[in-house]
């Protein structure tokens, strides 16, 4: 039987119905949730990004914020921006688009941001809260991940997981995210000899590594669930994901598409943390 597709289009929309309520909740009180999105050169891709980001808290009911820079913006400038912003109470999340023009130093960026309005989850105090279990704000696309999990039913509690790919945004905090969940988790990387070896054992997969076609058929435990976090471009230029989508879904369980899987969810997870850091901040 053919895999059950994970809607992330259709759970984004959920999430992003009560990102409203709470928003509007909190703005009848006297504290409209607002988001800064800083972007530096003219990065295609990141300006696309940073205006679906913009897009999803008007929807939402969010106040929302884009300052663009020129490339050649200093750090120095960027760092006083940002301490502007930490200060404005008006702005409860920040957002650097990455990648930053070659100059600028993206941890000092990263870390410069306020803990309080680290809404990426990026910030070594942040990976440090998430690695300790501490309230504290999740990266969004692996906290999607795991949003899409929770909605199938899937209870990871003992389960075999295995994440390929070991970056500090997606694959590290996905593996720790699946371990808090009780499942026993196995990271890949590039330097994996046979990364079959271990998804064929797995009841979960999630995919980050930015290959296309990587994980094939023969790879996949029937009836397991797949995560397809990567973004990628097929020969004929159209979205594809990590995933031989066609392939796999003949055989697991569960498996998210690309696009519409992770890819919306990272977005609501953005808007989730910047609703958070605004009821934190009105406390
Ligand atoms: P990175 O390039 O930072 O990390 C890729 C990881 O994959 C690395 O750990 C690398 O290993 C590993 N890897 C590369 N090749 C292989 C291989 N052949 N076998 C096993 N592991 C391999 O990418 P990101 O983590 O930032 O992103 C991963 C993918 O997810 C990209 O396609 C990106 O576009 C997509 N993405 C999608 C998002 C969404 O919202 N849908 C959000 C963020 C990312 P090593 O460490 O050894 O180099």
Known sequence: MPAQIIDGNALSRQIRAEVAQRAAALTARGTRPGLAVVLVGEDPASQVYVRNKVKACEESGLHSVLERYPATLSEAELLERI???????????????????????PHRVIEAISTRKDVDGYSTLSAGELMTQLPG????????????????????????????????????????????????????????????LHTRQA?????????????????????????????????AGKLCGDVDFAGVSQVAGW??????????????????????????AAR
């Open 203 to 235: 009841d979960v997969v999630v995919a980050a590594a930015g290959r296309r076609d990587m994980l094939t058929a023969d790879m996949v435990k029937p009836g397991a669930l797949v995560i397809d976090v990567g973004i990628n471009r097929n020969d």
């Open 83 to 105: 301490d502007a912003l930490n200060l404005d109470p008006a702005i409860h999340g920040i957002l650097v688009q990455m990648p930053l023009p070659r100059h600028i130093n």
């Open 137 to 196: 704000f999740r990266p969004c696309t692996p906290y999607g991940c795991m949003k899409l999990i929770e909605s199938t039913g899937f209870d990871l509690r003992g389960k075999h997981a295995v994440v390929i790919g070991r970056s500090n945004t997606v694959g590290k905090p996905m593996a720790l995210l699946l371990l808090q969940a009780n499942a026993t988790v196995t990271v890949c990387h590039s330097a994996t000899p046979d990364l079959g």
């Open 255 to 280: 498996i998210t598409p690309v696009p519409g899987g992770v890819g919306p969810m990272t977005i609501a997870m953005l808007l989730v943390n910047t609703v958070e850091a605004a009821e934190r």
